[in-house]
């Protein structure tokens, strides 16, 4: 589903982030990327997110070479990929059902869909019933759920998540890591970044652990 082969990501100022990657992540896999800050990470997750491309080396995503993919394609692919960030990014000026719908209208999916969707995402996650609030009216946790419905509405291939779990205490974190697991379980591919290493240990899954651009643990 997911592969990296011999990927190397170089930056004109600032040298290596990434330095000769192998890893394959298959349909329904739930994996944990880790390791200090600045060890490639977030490069990691932008060369799948397609924010950026590799210097030398394959990234394939279903089929696909995101190293070489054409620009024309770029936002085609993205809708098969659910993205989760750490600071959640949503629109405190947009309510939550528009805030989920957002990836929906992009696309242009006609306005009935749009509200099954957005529903269905948000009573997944335990929302439902808060489609009309505003993000700052929402704690902590639930601002995440919020980023986690808009994420999923698009039933995406591939969920990528990046410290979801670094602004919530531990029974929250260990709550949005279940709601990942559920995902697994139906099909979905799960790469979550995080430093949390006692969820970590707890949940079991493959980990991937970076140090300074290289690969140095691919292991249960």
Do not use: C, W
């Not at 990691?44 to 995101?66: Q, T, Y």
């Not at 995902?183 to 707890?202: W, Y």
């Not at 899954?205 to 970076?210: A, E, G, N, T």
């Amino acid at each position: 589903m997911l592969s990296f082969e011999n990927v190397y990501k170089r930056y004109p100022d600032a040298g290596e982030a990434l330095s000769d990657v192998n890893f394959h992540l298959d349909k329904g896999e739930m994996a944990f990327l880790t390791g200090r800050s600045g060890a490639g990470k977030s490069t990691l997750l932008k060369l799948i997110a397609m924010m950026e491309k590799s210097s030398r080396g394959k990234v394939m995503l279903d089929g696909h070479n995101l190293s070489t993919i054409g620009e024309r394609r770029i936002p085609y692919l993205r809708r098969h990929l659910g993205l989760i960030f750490q600071d959640y990014k949503l629109l405190n000026d947009r309510t939550v059902f528009d805030n989920v719908a957002l990836p929906l209208i992009v696309i242009g999916i006609n306005h009935q869909e749009i509200s099954r969707r957005v529903r269905a995402a948000l009573d997944k996650v335990g929302l439902l019933g808060k489609e009309k609030k505003y993000p700052l009216a929402l704690s902590g946790g639930e601002q995440q759920r919020v980023g986690i419905a808009r994420a999923i509405v698009n039933k995406p291939r591939l969920i990528l998540a990046d410290e979801p779990t670094g602004n919530l205490d531990p029974d929250l974190s260990l709550e949005v890591m279940l709601m990942f697991e559920e995902f697994k379980h139906v099909g979905v591919t799960v790469l979550i970044a995080t430093h949390d290493i006692d969820l970590i240990t707890r949940l079991g899954y493959r980990v991937l652990k970076l140090d300074k651009g290289h690969l140095m643990a691919n292991q249960t």
